[in-house]
C-alpha cells in the first residue's frame, strides 16, 4: 500500500538505517531537538503519504542518531478520529519496519484516572485496553493472524526505562491505556465507568500502533505524558491547548529519558 512511500524515503535516506521509530504524540515535538544532523523529510513530500490534520502534529519525518541508536522520528500520528483507516496506521508501521526499525517507541498525550497522577505526570505504559472498536490487523491476512499481546510493551524496555528514570530521579508511573476513538472528550459517567476499569490513563492513539508492531514483531516502548485529569475529576474542562500546554512542560523530561534511554543499549 506504502511501496512509492517506501521507495522514496529509502533513497532519501540514503546509507542511513533506522533501528528505532519513534512516533511522538500531541505536543511532543521537542524531542527531535535531540537528533543530531536529522534528515527532515515533510510527510508531503512522500508519495503516497498521509498528512495529519490535528494542531500539534506536524507531519515531517526526523532521522538521525540519538543515544546509540539510528531513528527515524515521526512528529505527527494519524488517528482513526481524522477519518483515516487503521489500516492505514498499520501500513505506517510496516512501512517503519521495512526501513529497518525492529523496535518502535510510542508516546502520546493522556487524559488521567488517577488523582495521584496530575498534569504533567509520565506514564510508561504496561498494558492497554482496546476500546476504539476497530482493530488495524482487520483484513490484513497474514501470518501470525492471531498475534500474541502478553508482552506487548516489552516488559525489559520497561524497566531499562524505569531504571533511567530512577537514575535521574524523574517519578514515572506505570498504568495502562485505554484508547476511545474521541474526537470528543469523556463524559463524567464515561471518565466513572473508565475508573471502574482499573485504567490509569484514557487517550485516543497508539493503541492502533502497538496491536500493528505485535502483529509485525517489532518491540515496543509506550509512554503516555499525563495533560490533565479526566472530565469531571476537577474543575477544568480538558481542552486540547491546555492538553498541548501541559505537555508541552513536560516534553524535556520525556526528551531527556528517551535520550538516555537510547544511551545505554
Ligand atoms: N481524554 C482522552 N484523550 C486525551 C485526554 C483526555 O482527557 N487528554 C489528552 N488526550
Excluded at 527531535?32 to 500539534?56: H, N, Q
Excluded at 515531517?60 to 542518531?65: E, P, R
Aim: glycine residues 8%; charged residues 20%; proline residues 6%.
Amino acid at each position: 500500500m506504502l511501496e512509492k512511500s517506501y521507495e522514496y524515503l529509502k533513497n532519501r535516506l540514503g546509507n542511513f538505517v533506522p533501528d528505532t521509530a519513534i512516533i511522538l504524540g500531541s505536543g511532543l515535538g521537542d524531542v527531535i531537538t535531540a537528533i543530531k544532523e536529522p534528515i527532515i523529510i515533510p510527510y508531503a513530500d512522500v508519495p503516497a503519504f498521509p498528512t495529519p490534520t490535528v494542531s500539534g502534529h506536524k507531519g515531517v519525518f526526523y532521522a538521525g542518531k540519538l543515544g546509540k541508536h539510528n531513528v527515524i522520528c515521526l512528529q505527527g500520528r494519524f488517528h482513526f478520529y481524522e477519518g483515516i483507516d487503521v489500516r492505514m496506521i498499520y501500513e505506517v508501521i510496516r512501512l517503519l519496519k521495512s526501513l529497518g526499525a525492529n523496535s518502535l517507541i510510542v508516546t502520546n498525550a493522556a487524559g488521567s484516572l488517577r488523582m495521584y497522577m496530575p498534569a504533567g505526570s509520565i506514564m510508561l505504559i504496561a498494558d492497554h485496553i482496546n476500546m476504539s472498536g476497530t482493530n488495524p490487523l482487520i483484513g490484513v491476512c497474514e501470518e501470525p493472524y492471531f498475534p500474541d499481546m502478553s508482552n506487548a510493551y516489552d516488559l525489559e524496555m520497561r524497566n531499562r526505562f524505569m531504571q533511567i528514570a530512577e537514575e535521574e530521579r524523574i517519578p514515572v508511573f506505570q498504568g495502562v491505556y485505554m484508547m476511545l476513538t474521541g474526537p470528543n472528550y469523556e463524559t463524567p459517567a464515561e471518565v466513572r465507568m473508565l475508573q471502574m476499569f482499573n485504567v490509569e490513563a484514557v487517550g485516543m492513539s497508539t493503541v492502533p500502533e502497538v496491536i500493528s508492531a505485535a502483529q509485525l514483531g517489532l518491540k515496543v516502548l509506550g509512554i503516555s505524558v499525563i495533560s490533565n485529569l479526566a472530565t469531571g475529576m476537577d474543575l477544568h474542562k480538558p481542552d486540547h491547548h491546555e492538553v498541548l500546554l501541559q505537555v508541552g512542560k513536560a516534553t524535556k523530561k520525556l526528551s531527556l529519558l528517551i535520550t538516555k534511554f537510547l544511551e545505554k543499549e
